[in-house]
């Protein structure tokens, strides 16, 4: 299947600092990423959708200020966590998708999150 | 308000059994049903899938079930392996919507004892 890859795999900040995280689709152009969180033992939060050349879609409650999203080509789309708090702590996980064929979204292997 | 629920975060099974994961949803426009299966440090990878128009689809060893009117879906595995071990995740779209996005379950960790 399609490899998706994410880096780093996991980071330690101190609070108040940003953090990027990358999401790349490596053997494929990915037309929509996707950008999921989740607590221990919950299931994947869907935070934002994007598309490559426009503006990230945010689901409710998630603040675009905080978590910005780039999504700079059809394989690379990063999300930074700026001025990161403890509660930001996560596992982030992006996934990228051919076409709008559901089964064909594949995901990266996470980047665990730990502020400090 | 969760969407989709598996309510057993963890299932034992001895190899060679059936193994049998369940999820229920509530919103009565999922129309498409996906189930992932996850390993530790590694992102969910697709398993198998079902629209709402079928009540079974079979893959192999795999075989998933729909009963759209209890809102209840479940994926049979058997027979089960110890490679089978890892965290099943249920997710649901509604096929109408923009962008089609999936919203998940909480998942189970299914452990297959040899």
């Known amino acids: 299947g399609a490899v998706v890859s994410q880096h780093p795999s996991r980071v330690i900040c101190k609070s108040g600092t940003s953090v990027k995280i990358e999401c790349r689709s490596l053997?494929?152009?990915?037309?929509?990423m996707f950008w999921y969180r989740q607590f221990p033992k919950q299931s994947l939060m869907l935070m934002a959708t994007?598309?490559?050349?426009?503006?990230?879609?945010?689901e409710q409650g998630v603040e675009k200020d905080k978590f910005l999203i780039n999504h700079a080509s059809l394989t690379l789309s990063t999300l930074t966590v700026t001025s990161a708090h403890p509660e930001d702590s996560s596992f982030y996980i992006c996934?990228?998708?051919?076409?709008?064929?559901?089964?064909?979204?594949?995901f990266g292997p996470g980047t665990r999150l730990t502020v400090l | 308000d969760q969407q989709v629920k598996q309510n057993s975060p963890s299932l034992s099974v001895q190899e060679g059994r059936i193994s049998i994961l369940n999820c229920d949803y509530t919103n009565s426009m999922f129309d498409y049903f996906l189930w992932y299966k996850k390993y530790p440090a590694e992102g969910p990878t697709f398993l198998i899938s079902?629209?709402?128009?079928?009540d079974k689809n079979e893959d192999g060893r795999f075989t998933v079930f729909l009963n759209k009117s209890a809102k209840h879906l479940s994926l049979h595995i058997v027979p089960s392996q110890p490679g089978d071990s890892a965290v099943y995740f249920c997710?649901?779209?509604?096929?109408?919507?923009?962008?089609?996005?999936?919203?998940f379950g909480g998942g189970t960790r299914l452990m297959v004892k040899p």
């Open positions: 996934s990228a998708r051919i076409g709008t064929v559901l089964n064909e979204q594949f």
């Open positions: 079902i629209s709402s128009i079928k």
């Open positions: 997710a649901a779209s509604a096929m109408s919507n923009a962008g089609n996005m999936l919203t």
């Open positions: 053997d494929f152009q990915a037309t929509t």
């Open positions: 994007s598309n490559e050349g426009s503006k990230a879609t945010y």
